[in-house]
Structures are given as C-alpha cells and as structure tokens.
C-alpha cells in the first residue's frame, strides 16, 4: 500500500523486511557486498517504478526476483569475456548436466513451458529436497552453508543434489524437454 500511495516509507520498510534474504542472494551471486548492495539499489527504484501499476500479490517474492535478476545480469556483464569462479558458475555448471548439452536453452525449447516442468518436478519432490535445491539454484548458496543449514555433511549435500539433478534430467526427459 506504501509503494502505491507513493509513499517513501515503502523503501525503508523493503528494506528492513527483506533486505537481508536479498542482499544474501546477491551476494552468492556476485561475491561481493557492494555489488549486492547495488542489486538492492536498483532493485528497489525498479519497484518504486514498477509499482503502480504493477500489483504484486507477495511482494518479497517479487521484490527477490528483482534483486536477483539484477544480480545475474551484473554478473553475466561481469563474466561476458571471461568464466570466473563464484557460486553462480558452481550452480549453473552443476544444472549444465542436466539440460540441454552445448545448446541454449532459451532458443531450443519455449522457457515457460520449461519452468512449468520444473516447477512441477520440484513440487514432487519431498519439502527437504526441495528445499536444498532451491537454496543451491536460485539462492546460489554456497554448499558448506547449505551443510551447516541441514545438519548434513558437504559429500551429503553434494551427493543429494547430484540425485535430484538425474531426477530432474529423466523429468525432463519423460516430458520431451531434452
């Protein structure tokens, strides 16, 4: 309501409410405190922007998608020219396995129906896989957080993720996606 009555307020309450969850995700992205800070930055004047006429049913998921979606573009500006370590890396090459070899994606198979699959794989998968997936691929959490978060050594993280990821390949697969 802040955000639509043009009230400054809605930054600072943003912020306060999901500052630290976002910065954390731009953070594993990007490597780096003030990058993240930055994502936080824009994100918020795209929202502030955004809003209205754009309604947003759960805010802190959108306002997550958009820090993060900065995020992966300062980093893929970052790593135009050149492939560097970071999470980001990890997690994409770790997901490489399982999609399309050599190809991309987005100009072989349409992306929506490509989420939809996933997001129905993922809803199959019982609540603490999912869990671990998510924090991998979409928060790019490194895996010694991961193992601490879950009580689970990092061979257990890595060896549960790599299962969930056949999983996701034979999914996608018994679909037609690969």
Not at 29 to 38: K, N, P
Request: aromatic share 8%.
């Amino acid at each position: 309501m802040l955000f639509e009555n043009r009230n400054e307020q809605a930054l600072a309450e943003t912020v306060s409410q999901y500052g630290v969850r976002c910065r954390a995700v731009a953070r594993n992205i990007l490597g780096s405190e003030e990058d993240a800070e930055e994502c936080m930055n824009d994100a918020l004047l795209s929202a502030w922007n955004a809003i209205p006429p754009a309604h947003p049913k759960h805010y802190g998921a959108y306002f997550q998608t958009l820090v993060r979606n900065f995020a992966l573009k300062r980093y893929a500006a970052a790593h135009a020219e050149k492939r560097g370590g970071g999470q980001m890396t990890l997690a994409l090459a770790e997901l490489s396995e399982c999609l399309a070899s050599g190809e991309n994606v987005e100009r072989t198979i349409d992306r929506r129906i490509m989420l939809e699959s996933v997001k129905r794989f993922l809803a199959d998968l019982p609540e603490r896989q999912r869990n671990l997936f998510v924090r991998r691929y979409w928060h790019a959490a490194p895996i010694s957080d991961i193992a601490v978060d879950f009580e689970m050594s990092e061979i257990n993280v890595k060896v549960t993720l790599s299962r969930i990821r056949n999983r996701l390949q034979k999914h996608l697969r018994k679909e037609g996606l690969l």
